[in-house]
Nanobody
């Protein structure tokens, strides 16, 4: 099993920044995994935000966050981060950390492990 715990969400004004963190652990966890961030706003489907290959470092970003967000890992701490800048009200959502044993992908169905999520609220 793999355990993922997110933190760092909160209330921020438009134009502000937040850094989300995801702590990864568990006997099945491997640094060959791909880590992803997804978000889900009320009444909407879960959508891809960003992903990173832990071993190779390759990244992918949704067009809606490209240039505003950076995904990164800290191998020593088994942590995954999502730095979000220039936040907009439409970024308001629950943000989830996820892990899969395959390649970098935007498909939520490819991710077998999920955290409980952290709320991000951006006020206008």
């Amino acid at each position: 099993q793999v355990q993922l715990v997110e933190s760092g969400g909160g209330l921020v004004q438009a134009g502000g920044s937040l850094r989300l963190s995801c702590a990864a652990s568990g006997r099945s966890f491997s640094r060959y995994y791909t880590m992803g961030w997804f978000r889900q706003a009320p009444g909407k489907e879960r959508e891809f935000v960003a992903a990173i290959s832990w071993s190779g470092g390759g990244t992918d970003y949704a067009d809606s966050v490209l240039g505003r967000c950076t995904i990164s890992t800290d191998n020593a701490k088994n942590m995954v981060y999502l730095q979000m800048n220039s936040l907009k009200p439409e970024d308001t959502a629950i943000y989830y950390c996820a892990a899969n044993s395959g390649r970098v992908t935007r498909s939520p169905s490819a991710f077998a492990y999920w955290g409980m999520g952290t709320q991000v609220t951006v006020s206008s």
